[in-house]
């Protein structure tokens, strides 16, 4: 294996992450085990200390996973992400980043509300609405699983969702613009209401529940979705800026 010079780089630290992710990318594929500490050291020409804050970053960022006097492992990358201040449908964050959307195991139901589902699209008990189950896949990898709920007063009686992205049918079908969502983020075990068989996982995964509600440009509640995202598929991350 190739040695990289870092001599007078001002952050050596910096550079081994960014040689460590290229070393990783070009050489491992996950599960593999990465050389020792002193191995790794040695290849960068650096001292033990500044490759383990490198490793430690590159552990926080999920690029690795050390076991304790086992090793450091190439962990499962997430296929997809996104920033949480963006709000844009699944559909076209996967043709974005070149993945090919489709959708398996699609529900239509009409039914009653419980009492969270009327609370939030601010309707009573006894209004019907249109649920949509289903799972959203990127090629062939399911990535998460959907419930959405939309109150079946707004839409025609014979409402039919077809295509993939349901803010392109509001938009393009009904004439309706999802302008914003209020989210809450919740993490929880796969094995609740079956997700892990869903996306493929084992029962103690841990999902991302991102539970929002939609709005239209005249603050009207349309739609109330629960989107199951599995870390391991999916990394969500925030740009905060300083005020």
């Not at 500044?50 to 990358?77: C, D, N, Q």
């Not at 302008?179 to 999902?207: F, G, R, W």
């Not at 239209?216 to 300083?242: A, E, G, H, T």
Request: charged share 30%; hydrophobic share 40%; aromatic share 10%.
């Amino acid at each position: 294996m190739e040695s990289f010079e870092l001599v007078g780089y001002p952050q050596r630290y910096e550079l081994v992450l960014k040689r460590l992710k290229q070393l990783i990318e070009e050489k491992f594929k996950e599960g593999d085990k990465l050389p020792s500490e002193l191995e790794l050291a040695k290849l960068f020409g650096v001292s033990r200390a500044t490759l383990r804050e490198a490793l430690r970053i590159l552990e926080e960022e999920g690029y690795v996973v050390r076991k304790h006097g086992v090793g450091t492992f190439v962990s499962s990358r997430p296929i997809l992400q996104s920033g949480m201040e963006e709000l844009q449908s699944i559909t076209k964050l996967m043709e974005k980043q070149g993945y090919k959307p489709h959708t398996k195991d699609i529900v239509v139901t009409k039914t009653y509300p419980n009492a969270k589902e009327a609370h939030m699209l601010r309707i009573s008990t006894t209004e019907e609405i249109i649920k949509i189950e289903r799972v959203r896949l990127a090629e062939n990898i399911p990535v998460v699983y959907c419930v959405d709920r939309l109150p079946a007063k707004l839409f025609p009686f014979d409402f039919k969702f077809v295509g993939e992205s349901l803010f392109d049918y509001l938009n393009d079908t009904m004439g309706i613009y999802i302008a914003y969502a209020i989210s809450d983020i919740i993490p929880m075990l796969a094995e609740k209401n079956n997700v892990y068989k869903k996306l493929e996982l084992e029962k103690n995964d841990v999902v991302l529940l991102l539970d929002q509600i939609h709005f239209d440009q005249n603050d009207v509640p349309i739609l109330y979705s629960s989107n199951y995202f599995s870390p391991k598929k999916f990394r969500f991350y925030i740009v905060r800026k300083r005020v």
